[in-house]
């Protein structure tokens, strides 16, 4: 297992135009600067006080994207540095990235998750909520959407994921301002590519497989 390797490896493996988010969660600061050195810039925390913690130890040229679920009170943890929100999924959240960014001086790009997967665990919009949050983000000068997230369920049937993401990918391919699709994991980016992904959110096919 070898962090610089597996970054070139997924690189090479992909078109230039995807973004990799790398994501760091449960590893440690030195796992990130070997990423780091690597030329990997984009870094993934699903938690706000592990990444104010590592935004803390690391080099100012990161862009933090948070990927996790976001709890309204932990927003001013993470408005000064925070680069995107991938898992908007309420007004209310909407509202207070809006103050915090504002109390900032900043603009937070946001995308705003979309629940494709079957399982009713997971977070996100329904598809025909998304017209609605799009002019109601218009409301909010410090806010950008600047795109989708999905994640598919949780299974090893390749065409159901193949559909879910084709599915968030036709809604994204309706709205000609958004420039960001992220959409695919370790298990499934090739198909997210296939199907139109612009930003994929990779953990243990960076990092490892991770302990907990
Ligand atoms: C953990 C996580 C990932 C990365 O998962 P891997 O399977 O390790 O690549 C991607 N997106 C979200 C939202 C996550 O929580």
Same mark, same amino acid.
């Given at each position: 297992?070898?962090?610089?390797?597996?970054?070139?490896?997924? +690189?090479?493996?992909?078109?230039?135009y995807?973004?990799?988010?790398?994501?760091? +969660?449960t590893?440690?600061?030195?796992d990130?600067?070997?990423?780091?050195?690597? *030329?990997q810039?984009?870094? *993934?925390?699903?938690?706000?006080?592990e990444?104010?913690?590592?935004? #803390?130890?690391?080099?100012?040229d990161? !862009?933090?994207?948070?990927?996790?679920?976001?709890q309204?009170?932990?927003?001013?943890?993470?408005?000064?540095?925070?680069?995107?929100?991938?898992s908007?999924?309420s007004?209310?959240?909407l +509202? !207070?990235?809006?103050?915090?960014?504002? +109390?900032?001086?900043?603009?937070?790009?946001?995308?705003?998750?979309?629940?494709?997967?079957? !399982?009713?665990?997971?977070? *996100?919009?329904?598809?025909? #909520?998304l017209?609605?949050y799009?002019?109601?983000?218009?409301?909010l000068p410090?806010?950008?959407?600047?795109?989708?997230?999905?994640?598919?369920?949780?299974?090893?049937?390749?065409?159901?994921?193949?559909? !879910?993401?084709?599915?968030?990918?036709?809604?994204?391919?309706?709205?000609?301002?958004?420039?960001?699709?992220?959409?695919?994991?370790?298990?499934d980016?090739?198909?997210?590519? #296939?199907?139109?992904?612009?930003?994929?959110?990779? *953990?243990s096919?960076?990092?490892? #497989?991770?302990?907990?």
């Amino acid at each position: 297992m070898n962090i610089e390797n597996n970054i070139s490896n997924l +690189k090479n493996s992909i078109p230039d135009y995807v973004d990799i988010v790398a994501v760091s +969660k449960t590893k440690p600061v030195n796992d990130l600067i070997k990423a780091y050195r690597a *030329g990997q810039r984009i870094f *993934g925390e699903n938690k706000v006080q592990e990444m104010v913690a590592k935004f #803390e130890k690391l080099p100012k040229d990161i !862009e933090w994207h948070m990927i996790g679920h976001v709890q309204t009170n932990k927003v001013k943890y993470m408005a000064s540095f925070v680069n995107t929100i991938h898992s908007v999924d309420s007004h209310k959240l909407l +509202k !207070e990235i809006q103050k915090q960014a504002f +109390k900032n001086n900043r603009k937070i790009k946001c995308l705003i998750q979309i629940r494709i997967a079957n !399982e009713d665990t997971k977070f *996100g919009i329904e598809p025909s #909520e998304l017209n609605d949050y799009l002019n109601f983000s218009k409301t909010l000068p410090n806010v950008k959407i600047t795109g989708l997230m999905g994640m598919a369920s949780f299974t090893d049937d390749q065409n159901q994921i193949r559909n !879910e993401f084709r599915m968030l990918s036709n809604l994204y391919d309706d709205f000609s301002d958004l420039k960001a699709l992220s959409m695919g994991m370790s298990n499934d980016y090739k198909i997210g590519i #296939e199907e139109g992904s612009t930003m994929i959110r990779i *953990g243990s096919k960076i990092f490892g #497989e991770r302990n907990f």
